[in-house]
């Protein structure tokens, strides 16, 4: 099959979805032998390393894992303020609109939401290119944009609201990330529910294996002998992690217990500012880790927290939560209880629950691993055991046999 993939982020940007459809584009290459192209943007949190072509050029075209990229060269502002967020996505979606017109004819076009309104572009070059159209709900909006701290505006998120509905009503078919936020598309978005196809995002268990808590990262950065609850991934809007420092602070007196906050994003100055300000010495902060060395970094975690804004759950699903499955490790699920990570935590024993937004939840959740060691590592080995189930390679197969069921493709006797 031909199928093209609209997305800001994309390889080398180390956002979590770009990483997953630079694995989900790629294996569809090399796995399944299809054509598949790439509408992404400037690599804004890129490892370093990546020379991309001419940047003068409004629309350059690069190659990675047999995957065709168009490279939309919006601005790469570093996106701490909406104004240079906003700026990002507005110069994104003109260089998408002109890339979209070298896109040939396919035989699926599909939308991600980074940003949300590539839909339309997306939808557009499926009409355009006699191609059905899947769209692939990252995030759901309005609700998401909701968390802007710098901007509010009534009038754009109805605007928002009204595009995400039209935009599910003429897709073929809508991937959701969970059972949660199926049921927000069906019950609250109107989403046409034998249209929507629950795919969860994953974790490559080949990749990542548990491993020893000694270990160089550990060794390196003083860890190897502390009890480390991570944080991995994005320190954004959504993640509520204040309450994660305002945990250490109630912990400050346990000696042997570290913080870890492995990542970057918009609200990291403020965590810094609010940890410095409290005197926290068991809070530290790390840079992102690349991919090359996640294994090291996710076993120095003794335990993870997914934490996510009361009320989301359904809107966002934390992908970080297969990874820390993978490496088999126990998480505290700060969520919902509806939430995927405190619905897999729950069913697969491999975690605690403690309400969003609650401190003193978060503290006495930290404790009660911290003083069980035999059980948070039987919790860690029924972490291992339940990764098996949001597995890289499964879930590529579920998108390659829902692009063929929708692209109208029979398999081969």
Not at 231 to 239: D, M
Not at 379 to 393: E, K, N, S, W
């Amino acid at each position: 099959m031909r199928i093209c993939f609209f997305n800001r982020s994309y390889w080398p940007d180390q956002a979590a979805t770009g990483q997953l459809l630079t694995e989900l584009a790629g294996d569809l290459v090399n796995r399944y032998g299809h054509d598949v192209t790439v509408v992404a943007g400037r690599a804004l949190n890129a490892a370093g390393g990546h020379a991309a072509a001419d940047r003068r050029a409004l629309v350059t075209r690069e190659r990675h894992e047999g995957v065709d990229i168009l490279r939309a060269n919006g601005t790469s502002m570093r996106p701490r303020r909406f104004a240079a967020r906003a700026t990002n996505y507005v110069t994104y979606i003109g260089a998408a609109t002109i890339a979209a017109l070298r896109v040939g004819r396919q035989d699926v076009v599909v939308s991600l939401t980074d940003p949300p309104v590539v839909g339309l572009t997306a939808l557009w070059t499926a009409r355009r290119a006699g191609a059905r159209f899947v769209y692939l709900c990252e995030d759901i909006f309005p609700e998401v944009a909701v968390l802007l701290e710098d901007f509010h505006s009534p009038a754009l998120n109805a605007s928002l609201d009204r595009m995400n509905r039209y935009l599910l009503r003429r897709a073929d078919a809508i991937v959701a990330l969970g059972d949660r936020m199926r049921r927000r598309l069906v019950e609250e978005k109107g989403a046409d529910p034998a249209r929507v196809h629950v795919i969860h995002n994953w974790a490559d268990c080949e990749a990542i294996v548990p491993g020893p808590k000694d270990n160089p990262f550990a060794r390196a950065n003083g860890l190897a002998d502390r009890f480390v609850v991570m944080h991995s991934g994005n320190v954004g809007l959504a993640q509520n992690l204040e309450v994660l420092i305002e945990a250490a602070d109630r912990l400050r007196s346990r000696e042997r217990l570290t913080f870890a906050v492995v990542g970057d994003g918009s609200k990291r100055p403020a965590l810094e500012a609010m940890a410095a300000a409290r005197g926290l010495a068991n809070v530290r902060f790390f840079p992102y880790q690349p991919k090359a060395l996640l294994h090291d970094s996710f076993a120095t975690a003794d335990a993870f927290v997914v934490s996510l804004e009361r009320g989301l759950e359904g809107f966002i699903v934390p992908s970080k939560v297969y990874g820390i499955l993978a490496a088999g490790r126990p998480y505290i699920a700060a969520t919902d209880a509806s939430a995927e990570p405190a619905v897999i935590a729950r069913d697969a024993g491999c975690g605690l629950l403690a309400a969003p937004g609650d401190p003193a939840a978060l503290a006495d959740a930290i404790v009660a691993l911290h003083d069980n060691p035999a059980e948070t590592r039987e919790m860690g080995l029924r972490a291992r055991r339940a990764a098996r189930q949001f597995d890289r390679r499964a879930a590529v197969q579920s998108y390659h046999a829902l692009f063929e069921r929708v692209a109208g493709i029979e398999r081969a006797a």
